[in-house]
């Protein structure tokens, strides 16, 4: 392989060696170089993206914390009423496993509020590697200077490395979008049961319905924490091979003999590094997520059960007493569904903005590979 010149331009993590030499096929360097730009701005894009849809989806989470608390107070309302004593007691053990639903819900609210976070400043400190790669890139090009070969060999295998690993994180989000539309379902079917048993607790089809989607939403619910826990480990693959890239930069920066060129390739390896601790950061947010997911799976099969329970011993007494607070428990159970549909729409955004961006990872990482053949 001939003697090149490789200054290395990353995107959201992703790095690229720009070939400068007399030599070098100007066509197919420029036509690499027109990649490298296209699929930057695809990921900065993406990234975007994929934040703003992240807050949407940590706001859903926080409105579905609060439909869990109204539904908590619904069933102690009708515990408290104590129309009925076999009614008060599965109502109160229903409201038992939702206060600490509840709690378990506002954990995942709270942490996917931190990856939404994570998620900003990782696009944000991405922005300022770009820029600084970019001075890097037009200031080696004019001094002509060569980089060193094993930096940039080390640095196309972390790239690669990056790409498979946000693969893994397209794949897992969806699977969560998946769960997300199961949970909707569920939800929304829920809701029209617990309203219709709000009218008519001894509703026959409206038990059996009530049974299926506490059994959906629970399942839906362990899917979603499998998938959560798959984008942890992908995200975590990811930062690794972040910290990797920020080698090759500080690698190259050392090689560096024009003074200048070494000056700016510094910049850029501290930009790298910079952008490779956002990255970690993710990883540790999107693990705190997948933990809290877990934890709300382990109380919904609670709840789930308690529910269910609930709902048999309100029909068994419904031929005796009436209850006000039916009306409340249906309306709660709305607010959740709305909360539901919300985040359904947040993760289909998320997986939408993730294959995107996979994609322009993709396509940064062949055009290095150009670069290098150019």
């Given amino acids: 392989m001939r003697v090149a010149k490789f200054v290395f331009a990353v995107s959201c993590g992703l790095s690229v060696a720009t070939a400068s030499v007399a030599s070098a096929d100007d066509s197919k360097l420029i036509a690499a170089e027109n990649q490298i730009k296209k699929s930057m701005a695809d990921e900065a894009a993406a990234h975007r993206l994929m934040a703003a849809a992240s807050r949407q989806n940590a706001k859903a989470h926080k409105d579905a914390a609060a439909a869990t608390v109204a539904i908590q107070k619904a069933y102690d309302q009708r515990a408290k009423a104590n129309k009925d004593a076999a009614q008060a007691a599965a109502d109160a053990q229903a409201a038992k496993a939702l206060d600490d639903m509840a709690k378990a819900d506002a954990k995942r609210a709270a942490a996917d509020d931190a990856f939404a976070a994570s998620e900003a400043t990782a696009a944000d400190q991405d922005k300022a590697f770009a820029a600084a790669d970019a001075d890097a890139r037009r200031i080696a090009r004019a001094a002509k200077s060569h980089a060193d070969a094993k930096a940039t060999a080390d640095l196309e295998a972390a790239v690669n490395a990056q790409s498979a690993a946000e693969d893994e994180s397209a794949k897992a989000a969806n699977d969560v979008q998946e769960a997300g539309a199961a949970k909707q379902a569920a939800s929304n079917a829920l809701a029209k049961a617990e309203a219709l048993l709000g009218t008519s607790p001894g509703d026959a089809a409206a038990l059996g319905q009530v049974d299926k989607a506490e059994a959906d939403l629970a399942k839906a619910h362990h899917d979603e924490q499998k998938a959560l826990a798959a984008r942890a480990k992908a995200r975590a693959d990811y930062a690794a091979s972040s910290q990797k890239v920020a080698q090759a930069y500080s690698a190259a920066a050392a090689a560096e003999h024009d003074a200048k060129a070494a000056a700016a390739d510094k910049?850029?390896?501290?930009?790298?590094?910079?952008?490779?601790?956002?990255?970690?950061?993710?990883?540790?947010?999107?693990?705190?997520?997948?933990?809290?997911?877990?934890?709300?799976?382990?109380?919904?099969?609670?709840?789930?059960?308690?529910?269910?329970?609930?709902?048999?011993?309100?029909?068994?007494?419904?031929?005796?007493?009436?209850?006000?607070?039916?009306?409340?428990?249906?309306?709660?159970?709305?607010?959740?569904?709305?909360?539901?549909?919300?985040?359904?729409?947040?993760?289909?955004?998320?997986?939408?903005?993730?294959?995107?961006?996979?994609?322009?990872?993709?396509?940064?990482?062949?055009?290095?590979?150009?670069?290098?053949?150019?």
Avoid at 288 to 308: F, I
Avoid at 364 to 372: E, G
């Fill in 267 to 374: 910049k850029a390896a501290e930009a790298a590094m910079a952008a490779a601790k956002a990255d970690q950061a993710r990883a540790d947010a999107a693990a705190a997520a997948a933990a809290a997911a877990d934890e709300q799976a382990s109380h919904y099969e609670q709840v789930a059960a308690a529910a269910r329970a609930a709902a048999r011993a309100s029909a068994d007494a419904a031929a005796r007493h009436t209850n006000a607070a039916n009306g409340d428990l249906a309306k709660a159970y709305a607010l959740r569904a709305k909360a539901n549909d919300a985040m359904a729409k947040a993760v289909r955004d998320i997986a939408k903005a993730q294959h995107d961006l996979a994609e322009a990872r993709k396509a940064h990482a062949r055009a290095i590979s150009d670069l290098r053949a150019a």
